[in-house]
Nanobody, 127 residues
Framework: QLQLVESGGGLVQPGGSLRLSCAASGFTFPDLHMFWIRQTPGKGLEWVSSAESHGGRTTYADSVRGRFTISRDNAKNTVYLQMNNLKPEDTAVYYC????????????????????WGQGTQVTVSS
């Protein structure tokens, strides 16, 4: 059974940066597409980014494109989310998720779409 554990969240000022990590245990990680989804109290779940299992394809929500970068290291069973130029509206609990099925776009926020789901890490952007 694959488990996902996020880390790297915290409090940061507007304009600052954070890098989230999601470590996976289990041997199926390289074959899974990986995703970041966030949840805010007011807006609910929002798909943020997707990274293909092989091939290197990455996609982003319009709200984060140009500021966030998803990457993965299959040798370390880890997926990352580098977040730059953070804004208060980026404040959320960030979850990583994995699935054998590709998903990209604003509809990809539902938890049932994913085979694996982490426990989340809080990111707060505030001065």
């Amino acid at each position: 059974q694959l488990q996902l554990v996020e880390s790297g969240g915290g409090l940061v000022q507007p304009g600052g940066s954070l890098r989230l990590s999601c470590a996976a245990s289990g041997f199926t990680f390289p074959d899974l597409h990986m995703f970041w989804i966030r949840q805010t109290p007011g807006k609910g779940l929002e798909w943020v980014s997707s990274a293909e299992s092989h091939g290197g394809r990455t996609t982003y929500a319009d709200s984060v494109r140009g500021r966030f970068t998803i990457s993965r290291d299959n040798a370390k069973n880890t997926v990352y989310l580098q977040m730059n130029n953070l804004k208060p509206e980026d404040t959320a609990v960030y979850y990583c998720a994995g699935s054998k099925n590709w998903c990209s776009g604003y509809v990809c926020y539902e938890k049932f779409l994913y085979d694996y789901w982490g426990q989340g890490t809080q990111v707060t952007v505030s001065s």
